[in-house]
């Protein structure tokens, strides 16, 4: 057995056929061995489930388990077995000409020895051939000529790969994700980028800088809080176009004197010192304040967590409030909230409490929906900031939208994040209708009253201009390095308002998801969205032109915001007016009398 042959190694042999038989199939033998005799069979079966739910999951072709991988499942190699199976991989390794025997084709001494004491080990040969010398130093002369990629294995990096290689750019192996050999890198987080080690260049200078796809800081929107606090530090007429709900960050002790100034209950119709019994219009005004307070709804937020992680909706905010206060003294429902602030004993709340939109725009007059738009941040250098709006695509409840107390805790009923929704049990079966395009959803909302042409036209004109407001707000406080460019998600929300249906930013997301294999639509969208971003980012920063017969790619992406030029999308002068109008605004971004309507302002 396997704990038979734990002692000393023998001495290499010759390199046979693995399985020691004349077929010289191991794997086979391998399975049929443990086939026949029983052991562990149903180790092999699961193996076997495992990939087939994998393939109705991504919808692709089942593809057996290999013969290494049925024999290794829960530990059926034994030591012979798995020595084996290393001599086999570095004999193939060094048939390709020694290039890439352990993920690294050019070594230090120390790498050499190490390589060597493995080679002798397994009984791989390490000397090459002249021929293989030469073809080794010719595939290294060529991969040097190529600019080289770096993408790290997660989210959307089958699309980046596909992108870079039909440009003939080389990638550079997963597990060498410490070099800095790179003209390009994409990665998941902000902090797998070597800041330190990052050659940013300078605006014009003649050695080009490393492209890396994100902003060091861009948590100063992607972060909830960040978003709070950078639109409160903008101008008026920027928080109008921004169009964010009423929101509040409970980690700050003003914002919780607010909330619970805000949320503080009315006065009963009983209590005289508020109600006169004899004035019938107070009584009934008393009454729906009390009810309208009753209905009002909450949505909870942690303050840096994503796809609708730790979102709790809310009718009933009076537990919040208790731990808010911390005990169940009054100070802070005096007229004067700000008394109670030396005495505050709650809690530290990392988190964020947004007023509900209760009348959502409903996709077929049921569903709810929200907008994955996306931004492009093509430079962020000391020269200029650079934005682009994408139109993305719509996300779409799987169930009815239902805002009774029945369903206040139902995260499939009020959060459309697609992480949401995949928890549905037929979400396999009903993914296509969890998207729509934009194109699509101007037939889907028909009934609800919106005019022809309204999504592609008003509601799309309403996104870019918060958009553009946003990275207005965001570009005094960005980190400026020369080769940032940074690819974001931002989620918006139509419902009903002072001028009708409005958009409403709900978040903005840094590394949005880019998965194929959430329906039909997103595998035409995606690989455009990602083959569009490089293009305009390459080409922005003097590395290469679009692709021929790709250059349609970039068409989905429209300029919203250009420091340099001074210029910020702000929309058609009608509705930006009523805008102004609705929320009481100086009119600092309406549009003179007797022009042409206007798609752009310049400041």
């Known amino acids: ?16 056929p693995f399985g020691g038989g004349p077929s010289g199939d191991w794997g086979a033998e391998v399975e049929a061995e443990h086939e026949a005799s029983g052991r562990n069979a149903s180790v092999l079966e699961a193996e076997r489930e495992k990939a087939r739910a994998r393939a109705e999951r991504f919808n692709t072709e089942y593809k057996a388990p290999s013969a290494k991988t049925l024999a290794g499942a829960n530990g059926l190699l034994s030591r012979k077995e798995v020595l084996a199976v290393r001599r086999e991989q570095a004999e193939k390794k060094a048939a390709r000409g020694g290039q890439f025997i352990t993920g690294i084709d050019l070594f230090d001494p120390e790498e050499e020895a190490k390589r060597a004491a493995r080679a002798a080990k397994f009984g791989a ?21 190529r600019k080289a990629f770096y993408v790290n294995k997660s989210n959307g990096w089958k699309l980046v790969t596909s992108a870079m290689s039909e440009r003939g750019w080389a990638q550079i192996p997963f597990d060498e994700s410490f070099s800095r050999k790179f003209d390009l890198r994409w990665v998941e987080r902000r902090s797998q980028i070597d800041w330190l080690g990052h050659r940013a260049g300078a605006v014009g200078d003649v050695q080009l800088p490393q492209l890396v796809n994100h902003i060091a800081n861009n948590n100063v929107i992607t972060v909830k809080t960040g978003l709070l606090s950078t639109l409160r530090g903008a101008s008026s007429s920027i928080q109008l176009a921004a169009r964010l709900p009423e929101t509040y960050d409970l980690s700050i002790a003003s914002d919780r004197l607010k909330f619970l100034a805000v949320t503080k209950p009315p006065p009963t119709v009983e209590d005289d010192d508020y109600v006169d019994s004899e004035d019938e219009d107070a009584f009934a005004a008393a009454a729906a304040a009390a009810e309208e307070h009753k209905e009002t709804m909450w949505i909870i937020k942690p303050a840096a967590m994503n796809r609708g992680r730790g979102i ?3 009718k009933d905010i009076a537990p919040l409030r208790a731990e808010l206060r911390g005990d169940s003294d009054d100070c802070f429902d005096s007229d004067d909230c700000a008394i109670g602030i030396d005495a505050w004993r709650g809690a530290k709340m990392d988190v964020l409490v947004q007023r509900y939109l209760t009348k959502p725009l409903l996709v ?3 569903r709810k929906f929200d907008v994955r738009a996306y931004c492009l941040v093509s430079r962020c250098d000391e020269g200029n900031v650079i934005a682009y709006f994408h139109e993305g695509y719509a996300r779409v409840g799987l169930v009815d939208y239902d805002a009774s107390d029945a369903k206040i805790g139902d995260d499939l009923v009020h959060l459309t994040n697609i992480a949401v929704q995949r928890r549905h049990p037929d979400y396999e079966k009903l993914k296509d209708e969890a998207v729509l395009s934009m194109a699509d959803l101007q037939p889907a909302l028909a009934g609800a009253g919106i005019p022809e042409g309204w999504v592609l036209g008003e509601f799309t004109d309403q996104m870019k201009a918060s958009m553009a407001a946003v990275i207005a707000a965001a570009a005094p406080k960005l980190d400026r390095r020369a080769g940032c460019f940074d690819l974001l998600g ?16 709900i978040e903005v997301n840094t590394n949005p998801a880019l998965h194929v294999s959430d329906g039909r639509r997103l595998e035409e969208i995606l690989p455009k969205l990602v083959r569009g971003t490089l293009d305009i980012v390459l080409e922005q920063h003097g590395v290469e032109a679009a692709l021929p017969g790709f250059a349609g790619d970039k068409k989905g992406f429209e300029l919203v915001f250009e420091e340099k030029k001074c210029f910020r999308f702000v929309g058609a002068k009608e ?14 971004d309406e549009v003179e009398e007797g022009e042409e309507d206007k798609k752009v302002e310049l400041e």
């Open 490 to 505: 931002f989620d918006f929300m139509a419902s009903a308002g002072s001028i009708g249906f409005e958009a409403h930013l």
């Open 1 to 16: 057995d396997g704990d038979a042959q734990m002692g000393e190694d023998p001495a290499p042999a010759p390199l046979q």
């Open 364 to 366: 077929r007059g049921t």
């Open 575 to 588: 509705w930006v007016r009523r805008f102004s109008d609705a929320s009481d605004a100086s009119g600092e």
């Open 125 to 145: 040969m390490l000397e090459l051939t002249p021929e293989q010398k030469a073809l080794r130093e010719k595939a290294e002369a060529e991969r040097q000529a």
């Open 312 to 314: 709790k909706v809310v």
